[in-house]
């Protein structure tokens, strides 16, 4: 069944593998005006499209982990257009998960290497106020080790597993492009969550938290949190807590982390 994967591609479940296969299926399938919208023939061969897969870190251990959900891909390859995924062959969609998943194995890795602009690289990710934030959380986590890399221990997925490549097409999906793959990808989120069995879940996607909290069950909660301007929901899904946050792009990552790490603590 997985003839022709990278190894770590083949560490996800078959059940995974099907639903991800689906939502490409039924992202090829799409008519154009249901992706794009206004001049939608036109951007139909134009328009280019990445995909995301999960990471996790070396160390990360299912139980106690922590899950970090963000947006998007936001342009990470040179993708594909629409036209390009007309009827795609089994050949096409394992390519398209290949390299979707084109990432090192561990997290760590990926986050070391890419960290500063070096060999050829031409985007830092120690600019990216996400990965800062990320950074920041890790390194204050109670009882995190430190003498292991700050990700060895994390598990990170996007909630939109399909998002445009190229900076004028806004990288991040369009309302229609979310709309049209959401209920596939929220599956994935389910079997991630089936998968990696996170102690934590934090959520930072801003104002796209409401299509997640309505598509979950919950245990307790969502509940709103007034009383500070990062976080914006806490919640329990059995014995996960699960922390939703606004975007730290322009947030002083030091205080953004406290604000986060405050609101896993337990309550009385």
């Known amino acids: 069944m997985f003839e022709g994967l990278p190894e770590h591609i083949v560490d996800m479940t ?30 139909r061969s134009k328009v280019r499209f990445g995909f995301n897969w999960p990471q996790w870190g070396s160390g990360y251990q299912p139980g106690s982990g922590l899950l970090l959900i963000g947006r998007a891909a936001n ?25 979707a998943a084109s990432r090192p194995f561990a997290l760590e890795v990926w986050l070391r290497e890419y960290w500063d602009k070096s060999g050829g690289h031409g985007y830092s990710l120690s600019r990216s106020g996400y990965w800062r934030a990320a950074k920041a959380i890790l390194v204050g986590w ?74 979950l069950s919950w245990t307790e909660g969502p509940t709103p949190v007034r009383e500070q301007p990062y976080i914006l929901h806490t919640a329990k899904r059995e014995a996960q807590s699960w922390v939703f946050t606004k975007r730290p792009d322009r947030i002083a990552a030091p205080g953004f982390a406290e604000a986060v790490l405050d609101a896993f603590k337990p309550r009385d």
């Open 14 to 43: 078959p059940e995974y593998h099907d639903e991800y296969t689906l939502l490409l299926k039924e992202f090829a399938g799409a008519r154009a005006d249901q992706i794009f919208g206004r001049d939608a023939e036109f951007k």
């Open 75 to 99: 342009g990470e390859d040179s993708g594909w257009s629409l036209s390009d995924l007309s009827n795609p062959s089994v050949e096409l969609l394992n390519e398209i998960k290949s390299k």
């Open 142 to 215: 109670p009882d995190y080790p430190h003498d292991v890399h700050w990700a060895a221990r994390l598990a990170s997925t996007n909630l939109f597993k399909i998002a445009p490549t190229e900076e004028k097409a806004g990288r991040n999906p369009s309302e229609m492009q979310r709309s049209y793959q959401l209920d596939r990808c929220i599956k994935l989120l389910e079997l991630e969550l089936k998968i990696f069995q996170p102690a934590f879940v934090l959520v930072v996607i801003g104002e796209w938290h409401q299509d997640l909290m309505k598509a």
